[in-house]
C-alpha cells in the first residue's frame, strides 16, 4: 500500500514539474487544520512529507494561519505549536488579518508563481485550490498524507497550453529568462548600470562672433534696375551704309 501510494505520488509530482515548474525544495504551505489532523494522527511531518514527496521540503505558514489558531482557545494549542515551528511566509494582510483559508488561496494568485502546496483538511478550502490550476494538494486520511491527483481545472488548462491557446506562468518564466540570456531584455542590474551624463561645455557655435552686417540705406531703399541688352541687327546695319552709298 504505501509503495502504491509513493508511486502516485510521483507521478503526480512529474506532472506538476512538467507543466508548472514545481521544484525542490517543495514549499508547503499548511493551515491549521492539517496540523491539528498530523497531532491527532501523530505523523512527523518533518521526517515524512520529504519520503512520501521523494525530495526536500519546508513547511510554511503565514501569520494569519497564527492568529486564527492563536484566536481559538487552548483546543487547538498543539496545532499552534505546529504552525510556530514553521517558516512564515509573508502575505498582503499587514494590517487587517483574515481567515487562514482566504490568506491561503492569496497566496495563490495569479498563477501560482511560488510553486506552493496547500495542506489543508478544510473541504471548502480543497474545493476553491482545485480552481486554481498547478497548486498541489495535500490532505491527511488514515494518518497519513496524501498528495491529491491533479484537478480538472489543472488538466484543462495543460491541454489548452499543449494546444498552444494558452501560455503557462511557467512557460512565461522560462521565455522571459532566454531572452534576459540572449540580451533582449535588460536586467535590473542592467536597468541600475546607467552612465551618468557628464557637465557638457558650452556649445562652441555659440562661442563665435557675430558678423556684422553693413547696410547701405541706399541700396535697401531703391531696388535694384535691370539693364536691357541691346541687340544689334547687323543686315540692317550693313543695309543702311550701302544705301548711304549710292546716293552719294
Given amino acids: 500500500m504505501k509503495i502504491t501510494r509513493q508511486k502516485h505520488a510521483k507521478k503526480h509530482l512529474g506532472f506538476f514539474r512538467y507543466n508548472f515548474g514545481v521544484r525542490?525544495?517543495?514549499?508547503?504551505?499548511?493551515?491549521?487544520t492539517?496540523?491539528?489532523?498530523?497531532?491527532r494522527g501523530r505523523?512527523?511531518?518533518?521526517?515524512?512529507?520529504p519520503r512520501y514527496?521523494?525530495?526536500k521540503t519546508q513547511l510554511c505558514t503565514t501569520r494569519c494561519v497564527l492568529k486564527e489558531l492563536e484566536s481559538l482557545g487552548k483546543e487547538l494549542y498543539g496545532a499552534k505549536l505546529i504552525a510556530q515551528r514553521c517558516q512564515?511566509?509573508?502575505?498582503s494582510h499587514f494590517k487587517?488579518?483574515?481567515?487562514?483559508?482566504e490568506c491561503l488561496l492569496s497566496m495563490i494568485e495569479d498563477g501560482n508563481p511560488h510553486h506552493f502546496f496547500i495542506a489543508t483538511q478544510d473541504q471548502n478550502l480543497s474545493l476553491q485550490v482545485k480552481k486554481?490550476?498547478?497548486v498541489p494538494l495535500l490532505f491527511i486520511i488514515q494518518n497519513t498524507v496524501v498528495l491529491d491527483k491533479p484537478s480538472s481545472k489543472t488538466v484543462t488548462f495543460v491541454k489548452a497550453t499543449e494546444s498552444g491557446h494558452l501560455v503557462s506562468v511557467h512557460q512565461k518564466q522560462s521565455i522571459k529568462k532566454l531572452k534576459e540570456e540572449q540580451g533582449l531584455v535588460k536586467t535590473p542590474e542592467q536597468k541600475k548600470k546607467r552612465k551618468r551624463k557628464g557637465v557638457s561645455g558650452p556649445n562652441p557655435l555659440s562661442c563665435l562672433k557675430k558678423k556684422k552686417k553693413v547696410q547701405d540705406s541706399?541700396?535697401?531703399?531703391a531696388p535694384e534696375k535691370k539693364r536691357r541688352k541691346r541687340i544689334r541687327n547687323r543686315n540692317r546695319t550693313k543695309a543702311l551704309s550701302r544705301a548711304i552709298s549710292e546716293t552719294e
Fill in 88 to 91: 512564515l511566509r509573508s502575505c
Fill in 96 to 101: 487587517d488579518a483574515v481567515s487562514g483559508a
Fill in 24 to 32: 525542490e525544495p517543495y514549499q508547503l504551505l499548511l493551515d491549521g
Fill in 218 to 221: 541706399n541700396q535697401s531703399s
Fill in 53 to 55: 514527496l521523494m525530495g
Fill in 34 to 39: 492539517f496540523c491539528q489532523a498530523a497531532l
Fill in 132 to 134: 486554481t490550476p498547478g
Fill in 43 to 49: 505523523i512527523q511531518l518533518r521526517e515524512q512529507l
